[in-house]
């Protein structure tokens, strides 16, 4: 696999750069590197939005992150809810940090024979965070609520 040169990765973070600036969409980059943070606030609620750009393994990965973690005697559930999520979904997945019940939905692609641009970003990006907004009501209720697995699963599939 051909590893893209120092100026091709910079010029993919920008194009994400450019995504969010149109937007105003504030952000920090993290230490000089390729990850830019920021959060979001969606109908159904606020999260943070990590962008990796993997250099070595020309990777984009989108994370958006549930701003509340999982207590420990609802994590059994909460794994049942997103691998119930997780066979709906066609792009990206939700996962649970076990040790501490970070709850996150991740997008990403190989980028390397692809021609990145901005409208691909924005699609990428914004499935992302449309899809952690539509789930977060009910990752919510249930680490809030009295609900079952299978009643936050039926919420879900009624969003």
Same mark, same amino acid.
Not at 40 to 51: D, H, L, R, V
Not at 81 to 108: H, K, P
């Given at each position: 696999?051909?590893?893209?040169?120092?100026?091709?990765?910079?010029?993919?973070?920008?194009?994400?750069?450019?995504?969010?600036?149109?937007?105003?969409?504030?952000?920090?980059?993290?230490?000089?590197?390729?990850?830019?943070?920021?959060?979001?606030?969606?109908?159904?609620?606020?999260?943070?939005?990590?962008?990796?750009?993997?250099?070595?393994?020309?990777?984009?990965?989108?994370?958006?992150?549930?701003?509340?973690?999982?207590?420990?005697?609802?994590?059994?559930?909460?794994? @049942?809810?997103?691998?119930?999520?997780?066979?709906? $979904?066609?792009? +990206? =997945?939700?996962?649970? #940090?076990? /040790?501490?019940?970070? !709850?996150?939905?991740?997008?990403?692609?190989?980028?390397?024979?692809?021609?990145?641009?901005?409208?691909?970003?924005?699609?990428?990006?914004?499935?992302?965070?449309?899809?952690? @907004?539509?789930?977060?009501?009910?990752?919510?209720? $249930?680490?809030? +609520? =009295?609900?079952?697995? #299978?009643? /936050?699963?039926?919420? !879900?599939?009624?969003?």
């Amino acid at each position: 696999m051909k590893n893209l040169t120092k100026q091709e990765n910079y010029m993919q973070i920008n194009i994400v750069e450019d995504f969010l600036n149109r937007r105003d969409w504030q952000f920090t980059q993290l230490n000089d590197k390729n990850v830019l943070l920021f959060g979001i606030s969606g109908k159904n609620g606020t999260f943070q939005c990590i962008a990796d750009l993997v250099e070595n393994e020309n990777l984009f990965v989108f994370f958006s992150v549930c701003g509340v973690n999982v207590p420990s005697e609802k994590k059994s559930d909460m794994t @049942d809810l997103l691998n119930a999520i997780n066979r709906g $979904l066609f792009f +990206g =997945n939700f996962q649970m #940090d076990r /040790a501490n019940g970070e !709850v996150r939905y991740r997008t990403s692609v190989l980028y390397q024979n692809l021609n990145i641009n901005e409208s691909f970003i924005e699609e990428l990006i914004m499935r992302n965070i449309v899809t952690m @907004d539509r789930c977060l009501p009910s990752i919510m209720n $249930l680490i809030y +609520g =009295n609900i079952s697995v #299978d009643e /936050a699963t039926q919420q !879900v599939l009624e969003a």
